[in-house]
């Protein structure tokens, strides 16, 4: 059983298109994130959810847009996709009455040529 | 704020040679700390966290709040233990979510 699950794994896109990575949780936890990792291997937090609702936005372009439709699913859309967007994107979800200890998807690798 | 920083971004041991690697942190409250372990194209995965204070693949890390630091250590490296090591800082913002901040990551390397 996959706790917390991303797909695609892999993607490969054109400049400009828009996308969707999608992210869903069978832990029942609250809150769920999304993780930018960069081609040196950064690690930085763009959106947290808790229970559906926005908890932290940390200065992303507006062309990134979460959704949560439940607090089992945590989405990404990227309009107009820039050279700049390739990465890898993690989705992680956690539950706060237990600590920041966070669960991770396998990351999908996003290519934009 | 809150601030992790790993000063090394590779490290490279012979197997069976003692292994740290460094994490700092900066943050006004009291910090709970994890190290996170990513080996190649898979996902992160928790190795401990300083709450527990338990040792997790031979690894050990202990929290000095008076040097704001938590090092990961292993007194004998082995060659599985090779992959993209992350120390990350969690504090309590907005209520009931909690907010990781990762260091830069360290990539330790055990050769043979």
């Known amino acids: 059983d996959t706790a917390v699950s991303q797909t695609p794994k892999y993607l490969v896109t054109q400049m400009g298109n828009d996308k969707s990575i999608k992210c869903e949780q069978n832990?029942?936890?609250?809150?769920m994130y999304w993780y930018k990792q960069d081609s040196k291997k950064f690690l930085k937090i763009m959106f947290s959810y808790n229970n559906k609702e926005l908890i932290i936005n940390e200065t992303v372009p507006n062309r990134f847009s979460p959704k949560s439709p439940d607090k089992a699913h945590l989405n990404l859309h990227i309009n107009s996709l820039e050279l700049g967007d390739s990465a890898v994107y993690f989705c992680?979800?956690?539950?706060?009455?237990?600590?920041?200890?966070?669960?991770f998807g396998q990351g999908t690798r996003l290519t934009v040529v | 704020a809150q601030r992790v920083t790993q000063p090394e971004k590779l490290l490279s041991v012979f197997k069976g040679a003692p292994v740290e690697l460094k994490c700092n942190y900066s943050?006004?409250?009291?910090?709970?700390l994890f190290w996170y372990v990513q080996y190649s194209r898979q996902r992160l995965q928790l190795l401990l966290r300083?709450?527990s204070r338990e040792s997790i693949k031979g690894f050990t890390a202990d929290l000095n709040k008076g040097e704001t630091s938590f090092h990961l250590k292993k007194p004998f490296a082995q060659e599985e233990d090779s992959a993209m090591y992350y120390c990350a800082l969690s504090g309590l913002r907005g209520g009931s979510n909690y907010k990781l901040t990762f260091g830069k990551g360290t990539l330790l390397t055990v050769n043979p």
């Open positions: 300083h709450i």
């Open positions: 943050y006004s409250g009291s910090p709970e």
């Open positions: 832990l029942g936890h609250d809150t």
């Open positions: 992680a979800s956690s539950q706060p009455s237990r600590g920041a200890e966070a669960f």
